[in-house]
């Protein structure tokens, strides 16, 4: 059977496609578009279909729309309860208009044959179908909103979901958050990994007024008084300095989400009694949260979707689908599902940039060098990554033990000097120099403490709080990276190398060569490693 999932009804748009249980691509329309997180998440613009992204998993697959058997939207217009929401009902018009929008975008599908699934249910089924434990496993799920919902919990047994809880609106853990990344002057449904990122710098210091208007309820569920965030901190205009009064109130927020998310999970594995957690939804991205989850809830193994926010939903819905037509998931084989160039595309690219570049005998020792003597690498190999974080296809690279390369970078990509970098580690290392978090942890979403023998070797990376942002890299399914860490740590005696996203502030990350020659030649990058191609400034 195949499947193509849709995503477009808010934000970040997606498309992934699963033939015969398998995913075979999925990509984000902003890769193409260049507009990031594709569109705003507003009414207007909710009859926008990701064009691009749908076109290239079929191609990808050597399919046209015709060949298709289902076509999975992840909204079900049919759920949405009346609401005062300025402008909710062209939402639910221009979904429900989805199938035609879809014909008109692939010319030759069949209206017929698109399929409304829940958007929770496509959020569950991203997590539960698509993880290394496939279709038996508890689910979570938590994020802005659905239709009328905010939240699901429930259980995966031979592929079928049983949901045992769920939410309604207006209570939200997703809005709640949402609303405080815009009273701190971070752009909402986009920053909020920003307030995270601020929490650590102060102590909460509203937890007892926040445990009374945030709390889980006995059914599973949980509810969100409203609340006067300015009696609390000046509300701040984004031109505005941050103050204190701001970090405690990220701190008190992020804290009391955290304990939530702990009780929501305690109750779900004693409905269940299943040893598994699979979790998606926008929430499921703070993996700080994640990472209490796995050190003080009660699951042994928390497999997080890599694509957690609503770009995974394109692929749960097509899942879902397709595990109800009786195909049972393959696991996702990594979140390298977007496109890729052959060595001879990318040196047709270079040769019509007319600009100076090398093949060296290994690309992997070339960066690795480079990274040695402190220099700042672009990355571009492979597929590139689904879902927000860079995983080693689009990444910018840099020497973890240099404590000034925090800042470098952080001018280099354009963002605020709060925010940390991550690194990248041997995975038969991580446990030398990291902590309490799940391994392997090749996704980069949960945070592991830092081995204070290491924290001085290694100080770019380690956050204010003493932790990190850990990615795993195993030489079995990642062995070109493997081999620039394996020879990093030859040259340095330290088997860790910095890893961001390849783009600057506002922009998506990097999907195609011609991104990444902008993105060097806009940047103060020192060496981009482009398939087996270096070019140096």
């Known amino acids: 059977m195949r499947v193509l999932g849709i995503n477009a009804v808010f934000h970040d748009p997606a498309a992934a496609l699963v033939v015969d249980g398998k995913v075979v ?72 208009r989805a199938p035609r929008f879809l014909a008109t975008a692939l010319p030759g599908l069949d209206p017929a044959i698109v399929r409304f699934v829940p958007h929770h249910v496509a959020h569950a089924a991203s997590a539960a179908l698509a993880a290394p434990f496939a279709g038996d496993c508890a689910v979570l799920v938590n994020d802005g909103r659905g239709e009328c919902r905010s939240h699901l919990a429930g259980s995966y047994r031979e592929h079928r979901l049983e949901t045992l809880a769920a939410q309604h609106l207006p209570h939200s853990l997703g809005l709640f958050y949402e609303d405080l990344t815009e009273h701190l002057g971070f752009l909402r449904s986009s920053d909020e990994y920003k307030v995270m990122a601020l929490a650590s710098y102060a102590k909460p210091a509203h937890l007892d007024l926040l445990r009374e208007h945030v709390y889980a309820t006995d059914d599973g569920g949980f509810a969100v008084m409203p609340l006067n965030w300015s009696t609390l901190a000046k509300k701040r205009e984004p031109h505005e300095e941050m103050t204190r009064e701001h970090a405690e109130l990220a701190a008190s927020v992020q804290v009391r989400v955290e304990e939530v998310l702990l009780d929501l999970v305690r109750w779900l594995h004693e409905r269940t009694g299943q040893k598994r957690l699979a979790m998606a939804g926008g929430v499921a991205l703070n993996c700080v949260a994640n990472t209490r989850i796995f050190a003080e809830g009660p699951f042994d193994e928390v497999w997080v979707q890599p694509a957690a926010g609503d770009s995974g939903t394109a692929l749960g819905a097509a899942l879902s689908v397709a595990a109800d037509s009786g195909e049972p998931a393959a696991p996702m084989p990594g979140a390298d599902l977007g496109r890729s160039w052959t060595d001879d595309e990318i040196r047709e690219y270079l040769d019509n940039a007319k600009i100076t570049y090398e093949e060296p005998e290994d690309v992997a020792v070339a960066a690795a060098e480079a990274l040695a003597d402190d220099q700042v690498v672009a990355w571009f190999q492979g597929r590139s990554e689904y879902g927000p974080r860079a995983l080693g296809r689009r990444s910018l690279l840099a020497h973890p033990g240099r404590a000034e390369n925090l800042a470098r970078l952080n001018e280099v990509k354009g963002r605020e000097q709060f925010r940390p970098i991550a690194p990248m580690v041997l995975a038969d290392r991580a446990e030398e120099l990291f902590s309490r978090g799940p391994f392997p942890s090749p996704y980069m979403l949960f945070v592991h403490d830092v081995a204070e023998e290491w924290k001085h070797r290694i100080p770019a990376v380690v956050h204010v709080d003493g932790t990190a942002r850990v990615q795993t890299v195993d030489p079995a399914t990642e062995p070109l990276m493997a081999r620039v860490l394996t020879e990093f740590d030859r040259r340095t005696g330290v088997p860790v190398v910095v890893n961001t996203s390849l783009n600057t502030a506002g922009r998506p990350m990097v999907d195609d060569p011609r991104d990444a020659l902008e993105c060097f030649g806009s940047a103060p990058v020192d060496l981009l490693a482009i398939g087996p191609f270096v070019v140096r400034r």
Do not use: I, M, N
């Open 25 to 96: 691509a999925a990509a984000e329309e902003e890769r193409f578009s260049r507009r990031k997180h594709g569109k705003r998440p507003v009414p207007f613009s909710a009859w926008e279909q990701p064009e691009q992204a749908a076109r290239w998993c079929l191609e990808r697959a050597g399919l046209t729309p015709a060949d298709l058997d289902a076509v999975a939207y992840s909204y079900d217009p049919d759920l949405v309860e009346p609401s005062d929401v300025p402008w909710e009902d062209l939402r639910t018009e221009y979904a429900r």
